[in-house]
């Protein structure tokens, strides 16, 4: 019904930036929120930053002033501008957003399978 699908990811040195990317399709009425979240190697997943439909934002406090998440609900995309990159970004990335299906009640959160962020000499 719904896909998402991440892309962006890969190695960086330490200092670095990346962009990524995560665009949603399949049968939408409307999104009502968007986020992204990391796991990394023997850690739980954590919140990075979400983004409401209204534009709010928020981020966790180890990436405030280096990340930055935008949304266009039209294309259905949520981007995380990535800076300053340090080895302990290094994880998997998931992209989610809360979508109301069309047809269907109740919005719900979707995922995508994930990308990973290596930041590294």
């Known amino acids: 019904q719904v896909q998402l699908v991440e892309s962006g990811g890969g190695l960086v040195q330490p200092g670095g930036s990346l962009t990524l990317s995560c665009v949603a399709s399949?049968?939408?009425?409307?999104?009502?929120?968007m986020g992204w979240y990391r796991q990394a190697a023997g850690k739980q997943r954590e919140l990075v930053a979400t983004?409401?439909?209204?534009?709010?934002?928020n981020y966790a406090d180890s990436v405030k002033g280096r990340f930055a998440i935008s949304s266009d609900n039209a294309k259905k995309t949520v981007h995380l501008q990535m800076n300053s990159l340090k080895p302990e970004d290094t994880a998997v990335y998931y992209c989610?957003?809360?979508?109301?299906?069309?047809?269907?009640?109740?919005?719900?959160?979707?995922w995508g399978k994930g990308i990973l962020v290596t930041v590294s000499t």
């Open positions: 989610k957003q809360d979508i109301q299906l069309l047809g269907k009640g109740l919005p719900m959160d979707y």
């Open positions: 399949g049968s939408i009425f409307s999104i009502y929120g």
């Open positions: 983004i409401t439909r209204r534009g709010d934002t």
